[in-house]
Nanobody, 129 residues
Framework: QVRLVESGGGSVQAGGSLNLSCAASESAYSRYCMAWFRQRPGEDREGVAAIYVAGHDTHYHDSVKGRFTISQDHAKKMLYLQMDSLNPEDTAMYYC??????????????????????WGQGTQVTVSS
């Protein structure tokens, strides 16, 4: 059963914007903890943005602060990542994640991949200079 499905990736020029979406199944969606990760070729997966407690708290990787915004639509069970002022270093496969560990929910932050039990298949973002 597919639980998380990302969409919205694509190819843009530097300075452009993309809005990623993640459609979650009933059991995969969480008001308490969901996140976006990205992975560049040959590199480890890294946390980009996380959202907690129905959107009351958000965390961002330093490299995307002020440019990316994570949000949720509880009625639609959707997670979003608005990405503005994109640069070539943002080029990566982007993944939606949920099913957070209790430790992560308690301490919040971006977390590590091991803190999440559900993952989407990813959507590719390519930014050209």
């Amino acid at each position: 059963q597919v639980r998380l499905v990302e969409s919205g990736g694509g190819s843009v020029q530097a300075g452009g914007s993309l809005n990623l979406s993640c459609a979650a199944s009933e059991s995969a969606y969480s008001r308490y903890c969901m996140a976006w990760f990205r992975q560049r070729p040959g590199e480890d997966r890294e946390g980009v943005a996380a959202i907690y407690v129905a959107g009351h708290d958000t965390h961002y990787h330093d490299s995307v602060k002020g440019r990316f915004t994570i949000s949720q639509d509880h009625a639609k069970k959707m997670l979003y990542l608005q990405m503005d002022s994109l640069n070539p270093e943002d080029t990566a496969m982007y993944y939606c994640a949920s099913d957070c560990s209790l430790q992560l929910i308690a301490h919040q932050g971006l977390g590590q991949p091991a803190d999440f039990g559900d993952w989407g298949q990813g959507t590719q973002v390519t930014v050209s200079s």
